[in-house]
T-cell receptor, first 118, second 118 residues
Framework: EAGVAQSPRYKIIEKRQSVAFWCNPI?????LYWYQQILGQGPKLLIQ????????DSQLPKDRFSAERLKGVDSTLKIQPAKLEDSAVYLC????????????????FGAGTRLSVL | AQSVTQLGSHVSVSEGALVLLRCNYS??????LFWYVQYPNQGLQLLLK??????LVKGINGFEAEFKKSETSFHLTKPSAHMSDAAEYFC????????????????FGQGTILTVHP
């Protein structure tokens, strides 16, 4: 079974530029998550999708971050414009069980995209 | 609000020695608890999870953890460390319940880097 795919693996940009990350979840997984992991910290949830609808984006800085999950499969996360403090690893995860039905659901993570903002 | 505290950002052990990584949680309701491992430049991989069944949970690679409600702890242990155990370990909590307002969101601790010496 293929895992969660993310691209690119690494990205270096200058501040005020824009950047986009792509995620392809495990086939059949209804729920998709984007996390931000700053060096030395645990991952922090940015946004959670249930199929193609947003169920939690309370931690997403909406003035510069946006995300979509068209057709309930692939997802993209965009930052525009980027700031120095956005330097982090962006992790995508997916789970089979729909959100709200069980906290036991296991989230499967991709390898992440490491973003450096100069 | 739920939270997780991992005591010790770095733990160093000798090969063959006991591994003990500490995790304490704070949650208003009985939680679900998880331990994930992250190898360099990789995503997070689930080691084990507690979902209110047996309090002693066995995971992959010889790891286990014990849920202690009275101490609000979920410490991770392994009797004998191996060089391949060197990685960063994250404890996470979810308090998702059917019909609740939570959506299976994981809240992570800040991580503990495990170093294994020959």
């Amino acid at each position: 079974e293929a895992g969660v795919a993310q691209s690119p693996r690494y990205k270096i940009i200058e501040k005020r530029q824009s950047v986009a990350f792509w995620c392809n979840p495990i086939s059949g997984h209804a729920t998709l998550y984007w996390y931000q992991q700053i060096l030395g910290q645990g991952p922090k949830l940015l946004i959670q999708f249930q199929n193609n609808g947003v169920v939690d984006d309370s931690q997403l800085p909406k003035d510069r971050f946006s995300a979509e999950r068209l057709k309930g499969v692939d997802s993209t996360l965009k930052i525009q414009p980027a700031k120095l403090e956005d330097s982090a690893v962006y992790l995508c995860a997916s789970s089979l069980v729909p959100a709200g039905q069980s906290g036991k659901n296991i989230q499967y993570f991709g390898a992440g995209t490491r973003l450096s903002v100069l | 609000a739920q939270s997780v505290t991992q005591l010790g950002s770095h733990v160093s052990v000798s090969e063959g020695a006991l591994v003990l990584l500490r995790c304490n949680y704070s949650s208003s309701v009985p939680p679900y608890l998880f331990w994930y491992v992250q190898y360099p430049n990789q995503g997070l991989q689930l080691l084990l999870k507690y979902t209110s069944a047996a309090t002693l949970v066995k995971g992959i690679n010889g790891f286990e953890a014990e849920f202690k409600k009275s101490e609000t702890s979920f410490h991770l242990t392994k009797p004998s460390a191996h060089m391949s155990d060197a990685a960063e370990y994250f404890c996470a909590v979810s308090d998702d319940r059917t019909g609740g307002t939570s959506y299976g969101k994981l809240t992570f601790g800040q991580g503990t880097i495990l170093t294994v010496h020959p």
